[in-house]
């Protein structure tokens, strides 16, 4: 059974940075995504299984950065230069391999994390 535990979110000012944290089970595609109240739930970033080969939402772009450990089967998600807009619980999501940004690709998802950012 695919477990994935997050950790990390918080409440920060506008310009702050956090660092969320998602542990994986074993070694999968990553994926994080977030859900702002009232609205659908949005990819963020992603890993893929085996290369570090990354892909990013256009909103999150040169201020987020997703990572992994390897030995760890650990996957970080750092942000900085947080927004307002970026209010969120943020989910952690895993796939055997990576297919793309969309939410029914990844089969597996962890409990979420609230991250708030005051203005």
């Known amino acids: 059974q695919v477990q994935l535990v997050e950790s990390g979110g918080g409440l920060v000012q506008a310009g702050g940075s956090l660092r969320l944290s998602c542990a994986a089970s074993?070694?999968?595609?990553m994926g994080w995504f977030r859900q702002a109240p009232g609205k659908e739930r949005e990819f963020v970033a992603a890993?893929?299984?085996?290369?570090?080969?990354?892909f990013y939402a256009d909103s999150v772009k040169d201020r987020f950065t997703i990572s992994r450990d390897v030995s760890e089967n650990t996957v970080y998600l750092q942000m900085n230069s947080l927004k307002p807009e970026d209010t969120a619980v943020y989910y952690c999501?895993?796939?055997?391999?990576?297919?793309?940004?969309?939410?029914?690709?990844?089969?597996?998802w962890g409990q979420g994390t609230q991250v708030t950012v005051s203005s």
């Open positions: 999501a895993a796939s055997v391999y990576y297919r793309g940004t969309r939410s029914y690709y990844y089969p597996y």
């Open positions: 074993g070694p999968y595609a």
């Open positions: 890993i893929m299984r085996n290369t570090d080969s990354t």
